[in-house]
Structure formats: C-alpha cells, structure tokens
C-alpha cells in the first residue's frame, strides 16, 4: 500500500462521520458538491486530518481541496515536506 493510499483508506474513514453511510466514497467524491460540506465541516475535517497525521496543515490549501483525492494528495505533500 502506497502513502497515498494509506491517506485515502484513513480519510474514508474520518468522513463516515458526515456520510453516516449513505455515500459510498471515492477518490472523486466532492467534499462540497457531493457531501454537501458547509465551511464549519470543512474544517472539522481539517482537524480530523491534524490530529490522524500529527500535521498542521495551513487554511490556504482549502481553495485547491475539491475532493477527497485532492485532500489526499494536499496530505501527502505536505508530509513529504513541499
């Protein structure tokens, strides 16, 4: 299993919060368009993300989030250190 896929599988499961099961989630699940986020729960998720990879990721990376796979991808940079 690759870093990324590793993020993916802990961030699925993070987001079943707000799903409550009734979205199955992918790579291209929208976090707005399809979950129906409002800004507070984007950055609930951005809390669950600091403390599921001991990270601190900084706000302005939320424009480029659209989907899990971005916020993923977002994770993994930022763990790699770019």
Do not use: C, H, W
């Amino acid at each position: 299993m690759t870093e990324y896929q590793r993020i993916l599988s802990e961030l699925f499961k993070g987001l079943e919060v707000f799903t409550k099961g009734r979205y199955e989630l992918t790579e291209n699940t929208e976090l707005v368009g399809d979950l129906n986020m409002d800004s507070l729960q984007i950055m609930e998720v951005l809390l669950f993300v600091e403390d599921s990879f001991d990270i601190s990721l900084p706000v302005n990376i939320v424009p480029d989030v659209k989907t899990v796979g971005d916020l993923a991808a977002q994770i993994e940079k930022f763990m790699r250190g770019e």
